[in-house]
T-cell receptor, first 116, second 113 residues
Framework: AQSVAQPEDQVNVAEGNPLTVKCTYS??????LFWYVQYPNRGLQFLLK??????LVKGSYGFEAEFNKSQTSFHLKKPSALVSDSALYFC??????????????FGIGTKLQVIP | KAGVTQTPRYLIKTRGQQVTLSCSPI?????VSWYQQTPGQGLQFLFE???????NKGNFPGRFSGRQFSNSRSEMNVSTLELGDSALYLC????????????FGPGTRLLVL
């Protein structure tokens, strides 16, 4: 069964500092990996995804993520945090086996708090 | 393009009642998925529909059911509501293929008293 782990319930970072939100996954076959962000009382917004190719993926609002196959990780990063980045971040994975569609599995979410 | 819409946005029911939630996907999207979001549990997958067929199903009891219509609109139904069904129910649509991005609606917040 596929799974996603976000080991930190909350990450605190000072404004202007780099941030990292961690995600590891377990899936059969090649993974499709996603990051979403949720602001209070809103639905989820897509940030970026890894399908294939370059391990470093760039997304919306200056975020990027690095796919590491050997460590089965897909950590979200940003060089300089903004107070407006404070939100709930979800990592998700879907197994990419050909011939079938696996469900999307989400992590439990990591709350990012950027301190002014 | 209009985004994913969900109705109603808020709902209050009592235990034992049933409820139907509706989702209209982005125009042209043929896949619709449903998730239950609760504090501490993250997003739990309910089901995924594609072209009126259930493509995947999560680990929820049979009280939770869904369907998709020919215009890709989807409904989910929860019968015999329990207090633990109180949650934010999110709908997401995507074009077709599994590597494509899911686009989420604002959700329906269900409170069961």
């Amino acid at each position: 069964a596929q799974s996603v782990a976000q080991p930190e319930d909350q990450v605190n970072v000072a404004e202007g500092n780099p941030l990292t939100v961690k995600c590891t996954y377990s899936v059969s076959g090649n993974p499709y990996l996603f990051w979403y962000v949720q602001y209070p009382n809103r639905g989820l917004q897509f940030l970026l995804k890894y399908i294939t190719g370059d391990n470093l993926v760039k997304g919306s609002y200056g975020f990027e993520a690095e796919f590491n196959k050997s460590q089965t990780s897909f950590h979200l990063k940003k060089p300089s945090a903004l107070v407006s980045d404070s939100a709930l971040y979800f990592c998700a994975v879907r197994g990419g086996n050909s011939g079938g569609y696996q469900k999307v599995t989400f992590g439990i979410g990591t709350k990012l708090q950027v301190i002014p | 393009k209009a985004g994913v819409t969900q109705t109603p946005r808020y709902l209050i029911k009592t235990r034992g009642q049933q409820v139907t939630l509706s989702c209209s996907p982005i125009s042209g999207h043929r896949s619709v998925s449903w998730y239950q979001q609760t504090p501490g549990q993250g997003l739990q997958f309910l089901f995924e529909y594609f072209s009126e067929t259930q493509r995947n199903k999560g680990n929820f009891p049979g009280r939770f059911s869904g369907r998709q219509f020919s215009n890709s609109r989807s409904e989910m139904n929860v019968s015999t509501l329990e207090l633990g069904d109180s949650a934010l129910y999110l709908c997401a649509s995507s074009p077709q293929a599994p590597q494509e991005t899911q686009y989420f609606g604002p959700g329906t917040r269900l409170l069961v008293l």
